[in-house]
């Protein structure tokens, strides 16, 4: 079965600075996407950014980028020039493409990103 | 309505009875799901629906239903809750079932059962 794990329940960053927040995942599955979502304390999951596996480089969104090593099954999420609005939990996922087969979405337990001012 | 919208925002209930948590999406979309998120476990899928009228069973499904009966409403029902379902409900959308489309997410409803 597939595992997604968030190893860092809990981060704290300088804002200014840069972050990496790791996830590592468990499948047998040559494809497949990963997605980094954050939550606010508003609670409303919000996507950061999204990976294909069968692609080899890594996704950028602005501040945000990721270091998809397929071979280690690693997803990490870098975060450059944290801003205050960037505390949130972050979460990773991982889906399987759904033709023919169940829908699977696993979600890591999450790590908590505390920006220090 | 812009988005998707959940009701109610949090709800106390007594254990064995019946409770239904709505949702609805104003994006058209064909794909929703209904999510829990419970603390040190991340979100977990209850249950989806690629198109109305279809519904699929998620990661976690004992002990709740769903329904499509249109594009926009998604409702979730307990029909007999425990105190184990007490935890932050999360419905969600997306275009289709394609596995890197973005799922847009609702605010949430925070039930307690008693």
């Known amino acids: 079965a597939q595992t997604v794990t968030q190893s860092q329940p809990e981060m704290s960053v300088q804002e200014a600075e840069t972050v990496t927040l790791s996830c590592t995942y468990d499948t047998s599955e040559s494809d497949y996407y990963l997605f980094w979502y954050k939550q606010p304390p508003s609670r409303q999951m919000i996507l950061v950014i999204r990976?294909?596996?069968?692609?080899?480089q890594n996704a950028t969104e602005n501040r945000f980028s990721v270091n998809f090593q397929k071979a280690a099954k690693s997803f990490s999420l870098k975060i450059s020039d944290s801003q205050l609005g960037d505390a949130a939990m972050y979460f990773c996922?991982?889906?399987?493409?759904?033709?023919?087969?169940?829908?699977?979405?696993?979600f890591g337990k999450g790590t908590r990103l505390h920006i220090l001012p | 309505i812009a988005g998707i919208t959940q009701a109610p925002t949090s709800q106390i209930l007594a254990a064995g009875r019946r409770m239904t948590l709505r949702c609805t999406q104003d994006m058209r979309h064909n794909a929703m799901y209904w999510y829990r998120q419970d603390l040190g476990l991340g979100l977990r899928l209850i249950h989806y629906s690629n198109t109305a009228g279809t519904t699929g069973k998620g990661e976690v499904p004992d002990g709740y239903s769903v329904s499509r009966a249109n594009t926009d409403d998604f409702p979730l029902t307990l029909a007999s809750a425990v105190p184990s379902q007490t935890s932050v409900y999360f419905c969600a959308s997306s275009v289709d079932r394609s596995s890197y489309n973005e799922q847009f997410f609702g605010p949430g409803t925070r039930l307690t059962v008693l």
């Open positions: 990976q294909e596996a069968y692609k080899q």
């Open positions: 996922a991982y889906r399987t493409p759904p033709e023919g087969r169940d829908d699977k979405i696993i």
